[in-house]
């Protein structure tokens, strides 16, 4: 079994808050992932990270930022919340090196109302 | 072209058939092949992974690899409705490379 962690899982929040989507693993992965993902819809990569203080931006433009300052935890920050970013927001991660696969969390919801 | 290339279907099988989903790719030099399922409003989960050209049997599920084509298949035998789902193709290019994602192909099992 898994132990990734997302918290919150829902989250309503007004247009113009700061909000931060929290994500938490246990398996000392060294990759870690946040994905958007919409109703019938696509995975988007929006971050990326393969080690501590070691951040990529993905394909999808957003205006969230994320930390590694630790190799469990990968936080991910809105710094002021739009109707447009309500979505499925999900946290994978997974190992270097051959034949390790991703591991997701059960994902926060979040509409900004 | 995107990097992980799939039909996004629906795929629609009745039950008790084989349902065989594709996917290639583009990067010649990735390493790990893995195959998620994902239900609506759920999380993916790992079905089946193949890293070595040829077939790789786990149960119902079938994977396999091509690496000089460039293509991975998923074989689900005997479907059942329960296997209704979107399915998802993920390839590992290795090192720092993050794990990239097709856009899914969602298969209908019809009882």
């Known amino acids: 079994e898994a132990d990734i962690y997302q918290t919150p899982r829902y989250l309503v929040i007004g247009t113009g808050k700061k909000i931060t989507l929290e994500c938490s693993q246990t398996m000392g992965h060294d990759k870690m992932y946040w994905y958007q993902q919409d109703p019938g819809m696509e995975l988007h990569l929006i971050h990326y990270?393969?080690?501590?203080?070691?951040?990529e931006k993905g394909d999808l433009s957003s205006e969230s930022t994320v930390s590694r300052i630790r190799t469990e935890h990968f936080p991910l920050t809105l710094e002021s919340a739009r109707p447009s970013h309500t979505s499925q927001y999900l946290c994978?991660?997974?190992?270097?090196?051959?034949?390790?696969?991703?591991?997701f969390g059960q994902g926060t919801r979040l509409t900004v109302v | 072209q995107k990097e992980v290339e799939q039909n996004s279907g629906p795929l629609s099988v009745p039950e008790g058939a084989i349902a065989s989903l594709n996917c290639t790719y583009s990067d010649r030099g990735s390493q790990s092949f893995f195959w998620y399922r994902q239900y609506s409003g759920k999380s993916p989960e790992l079905i089946m992974s193949i890293y070595s050209n040829g077939d790789k049997e786990d149960g119902r599920f079938t994977a396999q690899l091509n690496k000089a084509s460039q293509y991975v298949s998923l074989l689900i035998r005997d479907s059942q409705p329960s296997d209704s789902a979107t399915y998802l193709c993920a390839v590992d290019g290795g090192g720092r490379r993050a794990l990239t994602f097709g856009s899914g192909t969602r298969l209908q099992v019809q009882p």
């Open positions: 994978a991660s997974s190992e270097s090196g051959r034949g390790t696969e991703a591991f």
């Open positions: 990270s393969y080690g501590v203080n070691s951040t």
